[in-house]
């Protein structure tokens, strides 16, 4: 029979924090990653303030007034090498690029054509809005009408008859010069006016640039995070007890509702519940529809949980016992530390940023 310090040694020889032999990847916060990551190597308290130093030295480069668009895509390498480092499975990695793609083409379009800044070259300047609303009657406006009901009853849907109609209305203004009908005009709000400039450019592609660091940083932070290394880290840095305790309940709750939330919708798949196409909607009521037993799973698992608690004597006021699985600080955290005081330099010192810089030197 084991004392607590033969098992104390035993642990302190085996390594920290490894996953059972032959485990490929492992459980974080809310995904998986490869269990030799090598951005796992790095203690959890440098990870995060690599991260957050990095992602401020980011938010320095998006200046309004002096955007940096060279420091942007210097400080975006690395912020790729933390996401590819991060050991995410390569099908989970392209669906955050994928879902990523969209929100940068978004704040692009709103920085160029919704916010403009003057510059020294303008490439566009057109008026899209006059400051007032036209009520009028136009051929293409029943044309338009008549293409979407003639489409809702021969198909029986409405995006594809109104995507349709739009392309046929647009086509046809430009080739026949359709009659219309003006009543009146009602002034609303201002005149709007697009205008892009160099200036412009420079700042929607700065800060295109720097969110989507941030986000890729973000989601490598979160990926390579496990709730173990937290409560270490937590131990580490001398968190009272119930504190440690209620995060770590939480999170061992997290793991288990993700785990019986794929258990019912295999369960699911296995009733044949896609075996027809199925819409958007019912797809929405699919998932409503697992609401039910993921609530009723979850009552049973906190009553599980408390009887175990229960049953092993557990409680807040008893005296504390050492937690072995802290990762200990290395070498590596200390570089990563030097490189985090450079980052946080060039987040909030005097440092003009590399554009300038650059234009300095040149």
């Not at 403009?116 to 566009?124: L, M």
Request: hydrophobic residues 55%; charged residues 15%.
């Amino acid at each position: 029979m084991f004392n607590q310090k033969s098992l104390a040694t035993m642990t302190e020889e085996a390594p920290y924090l490894q996953p059972p032999p032959g485990r490929r990847y492992v459980r974080s916060f809310l995904f998986t990653r490869r269990a030799d990551a090598p951005l796992a190597h790095v203690h959890l308290l440098v990870r995060s303030l690599l991260v957050l130093c990095l992602s401020a030295a980011q938010l320095r480069t998006m200046n309004t007034a002096h955007p940096d668009l060279l420091g942007a895509v210097v400080l975006w390498v690395p912020s790729i090498a933390i996401f590819v480092l991060s050991g995410m499975h390569g099908k989970v990695a392209r669906i955050y690029l994928l879902l990523i793609l969209p929100t940068m083409i978004s704040l692009f379009l709103s920085w160029t054509l919704l916010n403009p800044v003057p510059g020294n070259v303008v490439f566009v300047r057109q008026q899209v809005y006059p400051g007032f609303l036209t009520l009028s009657l136009a051929v293409w406006q029943l044309i338009w009408l008549a293409i979407v009901i003639g489409y809702y009853k021969w198909k029986r849907g409405i995006i594809n008859g109104v995507l349709l109609a739009s392309v046929v209305a647009i086509i046809l203004c430009y080739l026949l010069p359709l009659p219309s009908w003006t009543f009146g005009r009602l002034p609303l709000l201002f005149p709007m006016t697009i205008s892009i400039s160099d200036q412009g450019l420079i700042l929607a592609l700065t800060k295109v640039v720097s969110y989507s660091g941030m986000m890729l940083l973000t989601v490598a932070l979160v990926v390579t995070s496990r709730d173990v290394e937290l409560m270490g880290l937590m131990r580490q840095l001398h968190i009272p007890r119930p504190i440690i305790f209620f995060l770590s309940t939480v999170f061992r709750a997290l793991n288990l509702a993700l785990t019986d939330f794929e258990t019912i919708h295999q369960a699911q798949i296995a009733r044949a519940i896609d075996a027809r196409p199925r819409s958007f909607i019912q797809h929405l009521r699919d998932m409503a529809s697992i609401a039910v037993p993921m609530v009723a799973m979850m009552i049973r698992r906190s009553s599980e949980i408390g009887d175990a608690l229960l049953a092993r004597g557990y409680t807040l006021r008893q005296k504390d016992v050492d937690f072995y699985e802290k990762s200990p600080f290395k070498p590596l955290d200390l570089v990563i530390m030097l490189i985090c005081l450079v980052l946080l330099y060039m987040a909030v010192g005097p440092f003009p940023g590399l554009t300038a810089l650059f234009q300095r030197w040149w």
